[in-house]
Nanobody
Framework: QVQLVESGRGLVQPGGSLTLSCAASVRFFSIYDMGWYRQAPGKQRELVASITSGSSTNYADSVKGRFTISRDNAKSTVYLQMNLLQSEDTAVYYC?????????WGPGTQVTVSS
């Protein structure tokens, strides 16, 4: 069973920055397309950023130009650099495979943007 462990939780002011990390306990991590998802209170979980095995990236319109997803295959880790954070970015953030096949969800990491 693959384990996903997200880290980097924090409370930041609007306009601030935060970097999240997600380590996956899986062999051949490099072959998987990965994504960062978030779930705000009372809302559905949504995909905010994805990165393919070839490191092509895609972003939700709401975060485009502010968030950057990257990966380190040697560490089986995917990152999410978040800049110009807004209150609307407050959510629990998760990583998982991109696409229909998913591993079990990790615990996520809380990001709160507030003054």
């Amino acid at each position: 069973q693959v384990q996903l462990v997200e880290s980097g939780r924090g409370l930041v002011q609007p306009g601030g920055s935060l970097t999240l990390s997600c380590a996956a306990s899986v062999r051949f991590f490099s072959i998987y397309d990965m994504g960062w998802y978030r779930q705000a209170p009372g809302k559905q979980r949504e995909l905010v950023a994805s990165i393919t095995s070839g490191s092509s990236t895609n972003y939700a319109d709401s975060v485009k130009g502010r968030f950057t997803i990257s990966r380190d295959n040697a560490k089986s880790t995917v990152y999410l650099q978040m800049n110009l954070l807004q209150s609307e970015d407050t959510a629990v953030y998760y990583c998982n495979r991109d696409g229909r096949s998913k591993w079990y969800w990790g615990p996520g990491t809380q990001v709160t943007v507030s003054s």
